[in-house]
């Protein structure tokens, strides 16, 4: 069983510039969410995606989309990156909606994006 | 006023110490109650997860929720300097993980 791989591990961009950053969940995983975790700060909830569909969305502009493939990989994307857009970002799948007995989610070792 | 609010410490202890870490929050929804690890550059792993109040122990670890107090806990028995780590505690409205969210993490130090 493989745990969630993220791509890249790092990266610098520019502001201005636009980023795509790549997940691939747990096997069996088909809910994927995105995670912006700042220095010194905890994780901060982006959104969620189910089934190919966005199903939750946290406090972040339109310029964060994302997209989920039949696969149940995804994708972050971050357009017109701005200076407070570096951190970590992280994906973190879990198990199909439904179960009551699972709140946990899996986690990659995330991308750190840096904008200068 | 944060949804979740935790200490970011650091919090230093001697090895074998009790670990005491906690979070309070405003959200009387919250349901699920985690408390993630994170090693340095690496993503969270979970370490313990309870539904509504109570407490719950697994082997030096004890998390407990107080609903009515809008708190929770984690108690780090025997601490090693493998514990050495940033805490995050976590909770949610609804099962599957959906729109978890984090408080700022207590960063731990097991002194050996």
């Known amino acids: 069983e493989t745990g969630v791989t993220q791509s890249p591990t790092h990266l610098i961009k520019t502001r201005g510039q636009q980023v795509t950053l790549r997940c691939s969940s747990q096997?069996?995983?088909?809910?994927v969410s995105w995670y912006q975790q700042a220095l010194g700060q905890g994780p901060q909830f982006i959104f969620q995606?189910?089934?190919?569909?966005?199903?939750g969305r946290g406090n972040f502009p339109p310029r964060f989309s994302g997209l989920q493939f039949p696969n149940y990989s995804s994708e972050l994307n971050v357009n017109a990156l701005e200076l407070d857009d570096s951190a970590l970002y992280l994906c973190?799948?879990?198990?199909?909606?439904?179960?009551?007995?699972?709140?946990?989610?899996?986690f990659g070792e995330g991308s750190r994006l840096t904008v200068l | 006023q944060k949804e979740v609010e935790q200490d970011p410490g650091p919090l230093s202890v001697p090895e074998g110490a009790i670990v005491s870490l906690n979070c309070t929050y405003s959200?009387?929804?919250?349901?699920?109650f985690m408390w993630y690890r994170q090693y340095s550059r690496k993503g969270p792993e979970l370490l313990m997860y309870?539904?509504?109040?109570g407490n719950k122990e697994d082997g030096r670890f004890t998390a407990q929720v107080d609903k009515s107090s809008k708190y929770i806990s984690l108690f780090i028995r025997d601490s090693q300097p493998s514990d050495s780590a940033t805490y995050l505690c976590?909770?949610?409205?609804?099962?599957?993980?959906?729109?978890?969210?984090f408080g700022a993490g207590t960063r731990l130090f097991v002194k050996a």
């Open positions: 096997s069996g995983h088909n809910t």
């Open positions: 995606y189910y089934r190919e569909e966005e199903n």
């Open positions: 973190a799948s879990s198990l199909p909606q439904g179960n009551q007995n699972t709140g946990e989610l899996f």
């Open positions: 959200n009387s929804a919250f349901q699920y």
């Open positions: 309870t539904y509504s109040s």
């Open positions: 976590a909770m949610s409205r609804s099962a599957g993980g959906f729109k978890t969210i």
